[in-house]
T-cell receptor, first 109, second 116 residues
Framework: QQPVQSPQAVILREGEDAVINCSSSKALYSVHWYRQKHGEAPVFLMI?????EQKGHEKISASFNEKKQQSSLYLTASQLSYSGTYFCGTRRGNNRLAFGKGNQVVVIP | EAQVTQNPRYLITVTGKKLTVTCSQNMNHEYMSWYRQDPGLGLRQIYYSMNVEVTDKGDVPEGYKVSRKEKRNFPLILESPSPNQTSLYFC???????????????FGPGTRLTVL
């Protein structure tokens, strides 16, 4: 079952912050975040495991709230290179990964 | 260079004509997987493999077959393609699976398939 990502699209100016969310109705073991630029393959950002951890990649960080079955990705002081579609993938105890439909992020100068 | 390669990159075919999309990785990864990507639907997992001779269904396996006879190769087979299998296909691999904190999936460049 696909996780739900919100908002569908975000437009922000360089230097602004944004939060995008990923939620599931099922209990999760881990959440995986990927970014895909137009015409390219998805690129790994980070994995968050059970335990409510936070992680960072450049100025992008994420949190995982396993009680709420929700993960949030924080884009801080956004750069033009952050533009792309962000996908969360949720793992529920086996080695299958269910991706959401994506959050499109556009950073403008 | 560590990479996942897919061939062909683009393919136009007709309904019912069997085809194979190859996937190969040179990182000695145990886990390999196939995804399809359609506009508005995100990435959906077709099949995955934990190791040689071990394969399992993902969320959308109907109409597809896979095999894992060698560790480095994981071909996707469409025995009788139909227009609803027109899509962008990605192969991916990771070292051991998806369970650990460092289980990064590396994606191939994608194969754009059109079935007429």
């Amino acid at each position: 079952q696909q996780p739900v990502q919100s908002p569908q699209a975000v437009i922000l100016r360089e230097g602004e912050d944004a939060v995008i969310n990923c939620s599931s109705s099922k209990a999760l073991y881990s959440v995986h975040w990927y970014r895909q630029k137009h015409g390219e393959a998805p690129v790994f950002l980070m994995i968050l495991l059970k335990g409510g951890e936070q992680k960072g990649h450049e100025k992008i960080s994420a949190s995982f709230n396993e009680k709420k079955q929700q993960s949030s990705l924080y884009l801080t002081a956004s750069q033009l290179s952050y533009s792309g579609t962000y996908f969360c993938g949720t793992r529920r105890g086996n080695n299958r990964l269910a991706f959401g439909k994506g959050n499109q992020v556009v950073v403008i100068p | 260079e560590a990479q996942v390669t897919q061939n062909p990159r683009y393919l136009i075919t007709v309904t019912g004509k069997k085809l194979t999309v190859t996937c190969s990785q040179n990182m000695n990864h145990e886990y390999m997987s196939w995804y399809r990507q359609d506009p508005g639907l995100g990435l959906r997992q077709i099949y995955y493999s934990m190791n040689v001779e071990v394969t399992d269904k993902g969320d959308v396996p109907e109409g597809y077959k896979v095999s894992r006879k060698e560790k480095r190769n994981f071909p996707l087979i469409l025995e009788s393609p139909s227009p609803n299998q027109t899509s962008l296909y990605f192969c991916a691999s990771s070292l051991y699976g998806l369970a650990g904190p460092t289980d990064t999936q590396y994606f191939g460049p994608g194969t754009r398939l059109t079935v007429l």
